[in-house]
Nanobody, 125 residues
Framework: QVQLVESGGGLVQAGGSLRLSCSASGRTFSDYAMGWFRQAPGKEREFVAAVSRLGRATYYADFVKGRFTIARDNAKNTVYLQMNSLKPEDTAVYFC??????????????????WGQGTQVTVSS
């Protein structure tokens, strides 16, 4: 079992930045690829970014490319999401998730095994 705890959300003005953190415990962190998803009110959960087990490969949704950066520190059992140039449409609850299998797609939430409780990000215009 993996326990994931997100932090770093909050209220920020458009154009501002936030860095989300997700701390993991329970299993060997480097055994899992990690992803960030988000869910806005009334909308489905959507893929934001993912990083491979050793951090060598990263993947992004088109709507965050060039603005968000995912990274991980396996020594600290933590994955980060640096969010720059935030827009009001980025307002959502952000979740981190772990993926222990190569089955399925990294872009699909159903491929992830464990989830954090989420952290709220609100971007004001």
């Amino acid at each position: 079992q993996v326990q994931l705890v997100e932090s770093g959300g909050g209220l920020v003005q458009a154009g501002g930045s936030l860095r989300l953190s997700c701390s993991a415990s329970g299993r060997t962190f480097s055994d899992y690829a990690m992803g960030w998803f988000r869910q806005a009110p009334g909308k489905e959960r959507e893929f934001v970014a993912a990083v491979s087990r050793l951090g060598r490969a990263t993947y992004y949704a088109d709507f965050v490319k060039g603005r968000f950066t995912i990274a991980r520190d396996n020594a600290k059992n933590t994955v980060y999401l640096q969010m720059n140039s935030l827009k009001p449409e980025d307002t959502a609850v952000y979740f981190c998730a772990s993926r222990g299998s190569f089955d399925g797609s990294k872009y699909d939430s159903a491929s992830y095994d464990y989830w954090g409780q989420g952290t709220q990000v609100t971007v004001s215009s």
